[in-house]
């Protein structure tokens, strides 16, 4: 995305840190444009589960082609302003955002997104919500998640470093609970046949991030 369209986005959010915040997210996360690249011959409408302030579905409605975009998170101070910049862009339209448990997922089928959320639930929700996701996907939709997973390196530690800063700071009250490890996150989707990808999604961030992309195969 240009350095134009990421100045657009970032206006319509209220105040100068949580502009620069969504002008760093656009120009240095990597996740924004992958996930565009996989969704770009979908005509699907999009959940987006742990949606925080809507970024996501800013980036796709500025970015290509228009497409209906449900959103859902638990802080209710993002999704509020989530919702003024949708207005302020005129995309109220397009962007429906609530504020919902991850539990408590709308009747939407399309293609689902769960980006940077699974490490912030217990262990033991990880699977019900990563089958829940599954049962919101439509015949030729897609699961895309990204997340940090437990393994044994630098990234790994670097991650937890910038999670404790989040966590101080306020902008993830709960903070992590469980980094999932990549079989983890793979057992409960191919449990109910879906077919699984995962591979790593850096960028140019330190920290272990990987793409996960499931979807039912083909008959």
């Not at 995305?1 to 319509?12: L, P």
């Not at 599954?134 to 670097?158: C, D, M, S, T, Y």
Request: net charge positive; hydrophobic share 40%; with cysteine.
């Amino acid at each position: 995305m240009d350095h134009r369209s990421r100045q657009r986005i970032a206006s319509r959010y209220d105040n100068v840190i949580q502009r620069g915040y969504v002008r760093g997210k656009l120009a240095g996360d990597p996740v924004y444009a992958a996930t565009a690249a996989l969704l770009d011959e979908s005509s699907l409408p999009l959940l987006d589960i742990g949606c925080g302030i809507g970024l996501l579905g800013q980036y796709l409605n500025t970015h290509g082609r228009k497409r209906r975009y449900f959103g859902l998170d638990h802080d209710p101070r993002k999704i509020a302003s989530g919702r003024l910049a949708a207005q302020r862009g005129g995309l109220e339209d397009l962007m429906e955002l609530q504020h919902a448990d991850a539990a408590e997922l709308p009747s939407v089928q399309g293609d689902v997104t769960v980006l940077d959320v699974l490490h912030y639930l217990p262990a033991s929700r990880q699977p019900d919500l990563l089958r829940s996701a599954a049962r919101h996907l439509a015949p030729a939709g897609r699961l895309i998640i990204r997340n940090v997973l437990r393994e044994r390196n630098w990234r790994f530690h670097a991650t937890r470093i910038e999670e404790f800063f989040l966590h101080a700071s306020g902008w993830i009250p709960g903070g992590p609970q469980h980094y999932p490890s990549a079989s983890e996150l793979r057992a409960p989707l191919e449990d109910l046949g879906l077919d699984v990808r995962i591979e790593p999604l850096r960028g140019r961030t330190p920290f272990n991030s990987y793409l996960i992309v499931a979807h039912r195969p083909q008959a």
